[in-house]
Structures are given as C-alpha cells and as structure tokens.
C-alpha cells in the first residue's frame, strides 16, 4: 500500500479543497493526486464518475489561475478511481482565484501536506518565471485602478483604455505587470520631501509624503516644491527684477530623472531635501554597470524602466533619454555653484544650487578684495606648490587641502584667476584648476 507523500495526495471525494493541492503540485515538482481513495490509501471509489470528472476538470480550469490545464492529465482507473496527474507549471505562482496572488491562494507542497507560500516564495517564483526585469513581472496586487494615469493620459492627449494595456505593458497574459502598480492608485511606493532650517538638514521645518500613482506623486511634489522655491526681488535703478531660488525647469527635470529612473524593487522612498542653500533629490538605485556620473552629466542615458521612460516620453513628459541632466547644467551656466551629481552602489543623487544664495555670497565680495594687487597669500602658495606638483585639483581637493569651507574657496579661486595665476578648465562637476 502507498501513502500519501511529495508526490502522492488522497482523496475520497471531490472536494473544493483538491484545488488546493493541483496548485501545490503545479507549483512545486508536480505530484498525483487520486480522487476515491481515502488519506488511508483505502479504495473507496466515486459513485458518478462522470458528474465527479466534470465538476473536477471545469473546477479546476476556473478556479485556478493562471491557467493550469496544460499541465494537468486525467486517468481513469477501474471506472472507480480519477488519477489526477499535475506536472510542474511554467508560469508560477499558480494560486486560487477568489483569494489572489498572495499567501492565502498560493499553496506549495511541503513533505505530504500542500501549505501556503510565503510572501518570499511568492516573490523567488515570480522571479524564476518572469525574469530580472522588474516592469515586466506580474505585481503581486490584481485588485488596480488608473484613475490618475487616466486623467494624465487625457490631460496630455493620449489615448488610455484596456485595449491598451499589453501595448503600454501594463499587463501580461492578462494579468498587470509592476509596471501597472507605479501606474495604479494603489502604488505602494512614496515620495518623501523634507524642509530643514540648517545647512546639515537635522532641523526640520515641514515635511510631506505623497503615494499613489507616480503621476499623482509627480504633479504633488513639483506643486509642493513650488512653494519652497522662493522669488527673490532686486532693483538697479529703476530697473527691477525677480530671480526663483531654482530654476522651475530643473526642478521638474530632477524629479522626472527620480521618478523614472530608480529602482522599485526597494521598498524606500525617493527623498528630497530642502534648505537655504539647496535642493537635494535621492533616489534608490545606483548606476547602472558600465555608466559614470560624469557619463550621465554630459547625457548618456541607459534607462533602468524603459517602458515606465516610454510612457512618459509618449505623454511628453520628458523629450527624450539623457536630455533632462544636460538641461539642468544649461540652466545653471552663469551660476557660481553648479549642480551635483553623486552616485552610490545603491543610490543616485542630484543637487541643485539655491542660485540667489549662491549669487548673493558672490556679489557681496568686498569691493577691497577684489581690487587686491596680485600678491601671493600663504594659502595661495600652497595651492600653488600643490598644482606644481600633482598637475591639476578639484574643488573639492582644493577645500580639503585648505581646509576651508565652499564661499572661501570660491573667492580664493577667483582672485587667482583675476591675478593670473591659475586657469580654470571645465565646468560642473568636471571643473578643475591648473597653474597658468
């Protein structure tokens, strides 16, 4: 006599709960299950067979999904037996209909019991199925509504419908993508900005956090944003002009680069800093291998969502690949400080300049500094001693050989370009100074 085991599952009669068990089967290394003997290995049989093979195989066609059938072959044995043969499915998770893709409706076989997965099964057999990439995988979450991507798509003048979907990438095989969950009302993942009063940003002064759809988060924080972005007013004469804090196009381009570009397989948030002096913008996910920050300042482009890119090139959201970074350096040409550009092995940042702070440190530079005759200071020299050695240095080599802070590096440098002293080759984040 068998017993029950893996591979092995009795029944004595058909039950809603032999589903339970195709899906552990399919999802495992496939098993056998036979209907009209008891968990005892005791032949009971099926009084109408052909009632029993109906419910079963139309059972087990609509209450499983995705579809399981191809893996699943009937035996008829002595007209008393069903021999149900469950091989082990290619599109994992198989799971129940009525509870969804989660542990209550994904059941895995364990020794001779069929058990719920965990969340991590779940997540190892979308993986296993589906592949790396992340847009494409089935989202764990079926139960979605678009009613902020509806509205983006109708506000830009793009057609948005079901019969879209598959050719957006919102689902597959009929069942949403994560691509669809960033697109979804029921987006799990947020946008924090925080408002500080210190240049360390340890002081708070406000903060907000904004989920759902990223279109939702987008139209949230740049709105947001806008009120921390203050207008600067200065009159020469009868001539008055007004100056934002930062650029409403760098803003804007900093938070779409964010947006479309970090990775969503982290649960964290895209955080933004704000203080007197800057606007930092983190987001999870480094570059990609082979890519350098200097690579992505001067436009080279390897989007890490390509279909999430796509629909917002489509909506004309952005222009095309690599454009926003090098917009953001334009805007900041005439600045004293430029942008910055840091990139981790699981982070990316871009910080930008608060320009009327720094344009205000730079026009409040003491008439009689700039009019020192070109004598060499001791700090001068050892700038210079440095460059005869080593050949070239950074800003940020300048401030750590000196040991001074930005304002006073700034200044030092430009009385050595005035005195003759030193050229300046490059700008941003590639800016470097060489003896003349």
């Not at 991590?120 to 296993?128: E, G, P, S, V």
């Not at 759809?213 to 921390?228: G, H, I, P, T």
């Not at 300042?297 to 970074?325: C, D, M, W």
């Not at 940020?396 to 440098?413: D, S």
């Amino acid at each position: 006599m068998q017993y029950e085991s893996e591979r092995i599952e009795y029944k004595s009669q058909m039950i809603d709960d032999i589903y339970k068990e195709v899906i552990a089967f399919a999802n495992t290394d496939g098993g056998v299950i036979y209907l009209g003997i008891d968990d005892k290995g005791n032949l009971i049989g099926i009084d109408d067979v052909d009632e029993t093979y109906t419910r079963l195989t139309n059972g087990i066609r609509d209450a499983i999904a995705p579809d399981v059938t191809m893996f699943v072959r009937y035996v008829l044995q002595d007209n008393k037996v069903i021999r149900i043969e469950v091989g082990e499915g290619s599109y994992k998770p198989y799971y129940l209909k009525s509870k969804g893709m989660k542990p209550t409706g994904v059941y895995v076989r364990q020794g001779a019991s069929s058990v719920q997965a965990s969340p991590d099964q779940i997540r190892r057999m979308i993986k296993d199925s589906d592949g790396d990439g992340f847009e494409d995988a089935r989202c764990l979450e079926q139960e979605l509504t678009f009613e902020a991507a509806r509205t983006a798509f109708q506000r830009y003048g793009v057609e948005f419908s079901v019969e879209k979907y598959r050719a957006l990438g919102i689902t597959q095989n009929d069942m949403f993508t994560n691509l669809a969950l960033l697109l979804s009302d029921q987006c799990h993942h947020t946008t924090k900005i925080a408002v500080f009063s210190d240049e360390l940003c340890t002081e708070f002064r406000d903060s907000k956090e904004f989920g759902g759809s990223v279109f939702r988060q987008f139209e949230d924080s740049v709105n947001y944003l806008a009120l921390c972005n203050k207008t600067v007013s200065t009159i020469k004469g009868v001539v008055r002009t007004d100056k934002q804090d930062y650029p409403e196009e760098a803003i804007r381009e900093a938070l779409l680069n964010a947006l479309i570009h970090r990775d969503y397989s982290f649960s964290g948030s895209i955080i933004i800093n704000v203080n007197d002096s800057k606007m930092e913008f983190i987001s999870l996910g480094g570059l990609l291998s082979g890519l350098s920050a200097e690579d992505i300042r001067i436009g080279v482009s390897q989007p890490r969502n390509k279909k999430l890119a796509e629909i917002f090139h489509r909506l004309r959201l952005i222009e095309s690949y690599g454009t926003g970074i090098r917009r953001i350096f334009k805007l900041y040409e005439h600045c004293p400080v430029q942008p910055g550009i840091e990139a981790t092995s699981h982070a990316f940042k871009i910080v930008l300049p608060n320009m009327n702070a720094h344009e205000t440190i730079a026009e409040s530079i003491p008439e009689e500094m700039e009019k020192e005759p070109a004598a060499i200071t001791p700090q001068m020299k050892i700038v210079m001693d440095y460059l005869a050695e080593y050949g070239e240095m950074t800003d940020e080599e300048l401030q750590e050989l000196l040991n001074v802070k930005k304002t006073r590096a700034y200044l030092l440098v430009r009385q050595m370009n005035e005195n003759g002293l030193i050229e300046t080759i490059g700008r941003g984040a590639a800016k470097k100074y060489k003896l003349k």
